[in-house]
């Protein structure tokens, strides 16, 4: 469906509303890399539907699963640098720079080891 010449579904999955779906994309080859593309974006940006810890995926949650990860245990947090709450970075790791990681717009805790949040506004990889 398009409204102005635009496309509602890639408008929809750019701003994070809605997930691409791969096997529908097999019929839309002149559009299935904007789609996927803009889906990364999105993801990268923490945008809308993937601005969640633990994203079960449409999919998913209609077969009834709950969550497509393991709850976090003690000992998964233990194994995970605490200034970086909004994902796993192993304590220890070697130096990464934002071009190493896919996350975008995370909270950052002092310190930060691989110095993510040049500002140091508690916010990682903004730009």
Known sequence: MFVNNRSVNLTMVQEGQAVVYRQYLKGCANTKDQFLQAEANAKSQKLGFWNQSQPVMPWDFRRGKKNTQPATTQTQVQQCDRSYPDFCIPPNS????CRDISYRR?????PDPHGFDRDRDGVGCER
């Open 94 to 97: 070697p130096d990464l720079d």
């Open 106 to 110: 995370f909270r950052v805790n002092q």
